[in-house]
């Protein structure tokens, strides 16, 4: 079910953007019937800076790249950068944030990991429509379960029904105590992969031409107090 929550007062206008997410916590999330988050509150503070207004509803990351790749979204909040998405989406110069994506597991479950070859004969829960890396995507010899949310990775995971599962070490670190098994979960200090994720623009969308502003404002916008303040209200 999506979920729907619209910034700003009045009617949505013209220059409304439509951007759709996944929840991704610290960076865009909902919190007691408001959105949150460094990215979300950074995207909002650029496109009002440029005069336009963020419309952002949330859906399975799955169908957020469908409605992009279709036009019926204007842009895709936090979306890393692959060849086979270029071929749908414009990704400005200026990134968003970093991710660094990790592998969790049980407290007092030890792993040796030196490589992805020391996963063999392990599950390993994953997600869908989210870009991993080359090397992880082609490795074999342990087995990938894709699910539809990090909470159901670690729902999985308390239930034994997998060994590990990949996220965003933020991500899973705030659902995990979100969900009040912090305690009870813990990650390998091995990055995985990393790289930065954009506001991606649909090549579809009429206002794609956005993307070449949004990167300057972007850029403009993480030298002030106010972005400093935003990553500092989220531990950042």
Known sequence: MAVLLVLGSGTVSADTIDVVSDSWPPYVFEDNGCIAGTDYETVKAVL????????????PWKRCIAMVEDGSADALMDAGKTQQREKTLIFPKEPLSSSQTVLFHMKGRLFVFRSLADLKGLKVGTQLGYS?????????????????????????????????????????????????????????????????VYLAFSRKSPKNALAVEFAKALKQ???TDRYRAILKKYGQ
């Open 48 to 59: 009002e800076g440029m005069g336009h207004q963020l419309r952002l509803t949330f859906y």
């Open 132 to 196: 991993y890396s080359d090397e992880f995507n082609q490795a074999r010899g342990f087995i990938k379960e894709p699910v539809e949310s990090v909470e159901i990775n670690i729902r999985k995971l308390l239930y034994g029904r997998i060994d590990l599962f990949m996220a965003n070490r933020n991500f899973g670190l705030f659902e995990a105590q979100r969900m009040g098994v912090s305690d009870q979960i813990d990650h390998l200090q091995e990055t995985i992969s990393s790289g930065d």
């Open 221 to 223: 916008f993480k030298k």
